[in-house]
């Protein structure tokens, strides 16, 4: 009797296929392509192994930020497991395994998807397969197709390993998982199937927001799809809206409206300053458009449900990605990444068509569907071969110590400051996910509620509203009011690969080099702590940068008086500040640190008032001492703590009535 291998076996040969064919990708050292952004995911999980508290504070970016607000916590939580649990490996090193590792799983769960709804093993695994060797996206887009890079890796796997796009790549692996949950909690009954399906999506969700929101579009469409199809299928919209209401409450302990307001304000002007104007309006209507097309076009039909839905899904995705790409027209914030989501759909098109044609009794369908497979296989080939053959060859990683970023972040490393570094291009990146060093700048900015660190650090970079003979000397000022000790430059000719600051050499002259030649130079800033005593008068009353520069002159000066007492600042722990010294009569206490609503103080025991200044840092007001203890600890908004009891309370409640249904789980049919 000849039976056939279970669907779990073939998704666990192509996860290991794929394994094999980016073996490459899982060695140690740091890759070849330098504007790779992975080293900023691997700064998230190397803190959070250290310091995973999500009620806590940064304190290493962007002159600090809630640890909550910096990116959502799928992978970053699960790349700190993965250095806990394999403590021998470099900490960017696990978490690189963590990510591809993921990746890989991609065709996996493609297959699965493919088969829940077909049934069929063989058409299945062809589109696993053609999702594991090709992309259409380098014909169809010259700007992708310029950006092939080393080798002809799949523009998923590119994306993953250029641009360093570890999390989608994550969310895009658990969309098809979360989609088979979805339709299965609508079609099905019983309470498991929602519960099953809102893990699901919450788990899409806390990984990434454009997967997220990918996700979102193909729920929309599978509403729209399962409605036509509700006299067949038994369809409940009202039980998938269920669980996308579970997800929501099972996953806003991190989603609090607070996370999600300031994410979705920064998200516009970090996208390439992305507007809704009318021009977005007239593309949201094409989308419209197109669903209602598809919807006509299939009216008539009384079966094909599958490849409506995934046709639906298909065009949404293409008309975003070909607008940016034909037309430079932005339907959503970063369009542009969605390519990955558009080829996992056609592919998927692509098996369902041959499927059908296959399944046809008439000769004509089968030549075509023939036909279809060797143009298919032909254009496929060259892909195939190269990616099976160049990726080893090409994309090895070299050993982090021959890198420049490294080399810079190794000797500031070994000064110990007791301020910031700042650090330009993709040292800013790489830098945490090596050493857990203080810097003015970061990774992402889409957290930020305090975004003046980021103006800072532009000004400086571009000169914009400096003058040339004074540039140098207000550069050194914005990296004094950044709380910086040390500033990291790469200039022309060096090997680092974005070379983002204006005049590289503004600094010679002006502050010492300590380190580094013309290409690569690190110079030290005067520094007196983070804790300064002023008067209110010296406060600037705008954010110093551009033209308002000049309104820092009395607080810099403060720093350099010689005559006031000093404050000693001590960092205990990340969330634990401890400030000492003498406080004299009517003047305030100004930590360079940035001020949120999480933060309490106490001077002496005694709860102290604190506020936010115009460079969004902290202002004490306390009482005149001799000697003053004043503590401050960052222990989360009641907003996030309030939400974070909804979600404790969701997945009791939720898992409590799991139990309580006491009949054997409908998955397990």
């Known amino acids: 009797m000849n039976r056939k291998p279970h669907p779990l076996l073939i998704a666990l040969a192509l996860f290991v296929l794929n394994v094999a064919l980016n073996a490459a990708l899982f060695l140690p050292g740091e890759g070849k392509y330098r504007d790779s952004i992975e080293a900023g995911y691997a700064s998230m999980a190397h803190f959070l192994s250290q310091y995973p508290d999500p009620f806590g504070w940064n304190p290493f970016q962007y002159c600090g930020l809630p640890t909550h607000m910096w990116y ?17 490996l470099k900490p960017e090193h696990a978490y690189r395994i963590t990510a591809t590792g993921l990746a890989c799983l991609g065709p996996s769960t493609v297959f699965l998807l493919a088969f829940y709804f077909t049934r069929s093993r063989r058409w299945a695994f062809f589109a696993a397969i053609l999702y594991t060797f090709n992309s259409p996206s380098y014909a169809l887009f010259k700007q992708i197709d310029a950006d092939r890079g080393f080798s002809f890796l799949p523009w998923r796997v590119q994306v993953l390993t250029k641009y360093g796009e570890g999390p989608h790549n994550a969310g895009l692996m658990l969309i098809p998982l979360a989609l088979i949950a979805c339709w299965r909690a609508a079609v099905g009954r019983g309470y498991p199937l929602i519960l099953l399906a809102a893990i699901l999506l919450a788990a899409v969700t806390l990984t990434n927001w454009i997967a997220a929101m990918a996700l979102a579009w ?50 516009p002007m970090d996208a390439f300053n992305y507007k809704m104007q009318g021009q977005q309006y007239a593309l949201f209507a094409g989308l419209v458009f197109i669903a209602l097309a598809l919807w006509l076009w299939f009216r008539r039909s009384q079966g094909h449900d599958y490849l409506f839905w995934l046709l ?33 759909f056609l592919f998927l098109i692509l098996a369902e068509l041959l499927r059908i044609a296959f399944a046809d009794g008439r000769q004509r369908w089968r030549e075509i569907g023939i036909a279809l497979m060797a143009w298919i296989f032909a254009w496929a080939s060259l892909q195939a071969a190269t990616y099976s053959v160049r990726t080893w060859i090409m994309l090895r990683p070299v050993p982090r110590q021959t890198t420049i970023e490294y080399q810079v972040a190794d000797f500031l490393h070994s000064q110990h400051s007791q301020g910031r570094v700042m650090v330009t291009g993709g040292t800013r990146f790489r830098l945490n996910s090596w050493f857990l060093i203080p810097q003015t700048g970061g990774t992402f900015e889409s957290g930020l509620r305090n975004r003046n660190p980021l103006h800072f650090s532009y000004q400086l970079r571009t000169g914009l509203g400096q003058k040339p003979e004074t540039r140098g000397e207000e550069s050194i000022g914005l990296l004094r009011l950044l709380g910086a000790e040390y500033i990291a430059v790469h200039g022309q000719g060096s090997r680092e690969h974005w070379h983002d600051i204006q005049q590289p050499r503004m600094f010679d002259g002006l502050l010492p080099r300590i380190h580094g030649d013309d290409k690569d130079a690190i110079y030290k800033v005067p520094f007196h702590g983070l804790a300064h005593l002023v008067f ?65 103080a106490w001077q002496d025991e005694e709860p102290l008032a604190m506020e936010g200044d115009e460079m969004g840092y902290i202002l004490l007001r306390p009482k005149a001492s001799a000697s003053s203890n004043i503590r401050l600890q960052y222990i989360g908004t009641k907003e996030h703590r309030a939400f974070a009891l909804l979600g404790a309370s969701a997945w009791t409640v939720a898992l409590g009535a799991l139990w309580l249904t006491r009949r054997r789980l409908p998955w397990t049919r």
Not at 226 to 245: D, E, I, V, W
Not at 327 to 333: A, E, R
Request: proline share 7%.
């Open 218 to 267: 193909c729920c929309l469409m599978m509403l729209l799809a399962g409605m036509r199809s509700a006299p067949r299928t038994g369809f409940l919209a009202h039980r998938m809206l269920a669980a996308a209401g579970l997800a929501y409450l099972l996953a806003c302990l991190w989603l609090s409206p607070r996370f999600i307001q300031t994410t979705m304000l920064n998200w």
């Open 536 to 600: 209110e008068r010296e406060l600037p009353i705008r954010v110093p940068v551009g033209y308002d520069a000049h309104l820092a002159g009395p607080y810099l000066a403060a720093m350099d008086d010689t005559s006031r007492p000093k404050l000693s600042l001590r960092w205990e722990g990340a969330s634990k500040i401890h400030v000492s010294g003498p406080i004299p009569d009517g003047m305030l206490v100004s930590l360079q640190v940035s001020y949120d609503g999480g933060w309490r």
């Open 312 to 344: 639906l899904c298909f065009s949404g995705f293409t008309w975003i990605v070909a607008n940016h790409y034909w037309f430079k027209l932005d339907t959503i914030p970063e369009s542009r990444r969605y390519a990955v989501e558009m080829e996992l």
């Open 72 to 88: 959502l916590p799928g992978l970053p939580y699960l790349g700190a497991l993965v250095i806990h649990l394999l403590p021998m």
